[in-house]
């Protein structure tokens, strides 16, 4: 008897708690994580390569390890954000090669078109230092977020290509993007070609 109405007592006291909200309780919305943004300082990249342009000092310019690497292919790690800029260089030996660079790059930034809401293209020209390209600037949830490419159109070709190190969604990662394509637009900017 004395366990029924314990039972019967906190089924009462539950029930009367939960009718003393008055009605104003509403669901707390979906948030994110606040992220802390570094302070813009730039260095310049200078290796020896046919290339040199600025880069933020809070990433990590690496030599590319992976299997089929080419000397001057680097990775810029922005390890605060689990991203990196993959950047890679051809020197250029025809024009069909020229050629099949620039396809290249247009292929793999449509390839995002399945997940992407848009691709933004943008040409870059640069006469004064040779320096040419397109950038292409692509939102929703893809594995790329934007990807470019500079030449000068007879000798060298230079590639980057942004990676997020996690599942992309796009409504949580577009603060770091932003902030990271101004990143890029300084590295475009500043860059030019050595040899």
């Not at 539950?14 to 104003?24: D, H, Q």
């Not at 802390?36 to 990433?59: L, R």
């Not at 950047?87 to 020229?98: C, G, P």
């Not at 997020?164 to 990271?180: A, H, K, L």
Request: hydrophobic letters at 35%; charged letters at 20%.
């Amino acid at each position: 008897m004395k366990k029924v109405t314990f039972f019967c007592l906190s089924m009462l006291m539950m029930w009367l708690c939960a009718c003393t909200t008055g009605g104003n309780y509403s669901p707390k919305p979906r948030g994110y994580f606040n992220i802390e943004m570094p302070k813009k300082v730039y260095k310049t990249f200078n290796s020896g390569c046919a290339f040199s342009f600025d880069y933020p000092v809070y990433a990590e310019m690496q030599k590319d390890s992976s299997r089929d690497t080419r000397p001057c292919w680097y990775n810029l790690s922005f390890n605060q954000f689990n991203a990196r800029l993959h950047l890679t260089y051809y020197d250029i030996a025809s024009k069909n090669e020229y050629e099949g660079l620039i396809e290249d790059a247009r292929t793999f930034a449509f390839k995002h078109t399945v997940k992407a809401n848009s691709i933004d293209q943008r040409l870059i020209n640069y006469p004064e230092k040779k320096v040419y390209g397109v950038y292409y600037a692509i939102e929703g949830n893809t594995a790329s977020s934007v990807q470019f490419f500079l030449t000068d159109s007879t000798q060298h070709y230079f590639r980057g290509a942004l990676y997020f190190n996690e599942r992309p969604q796009y409504d949580s990662i577009q603060p770091v993007v932003s902030f990271i394509k101004k990143d890029i637009d300084r590295m475009i900017s500043t860059f030019r070609w050595i040899k």
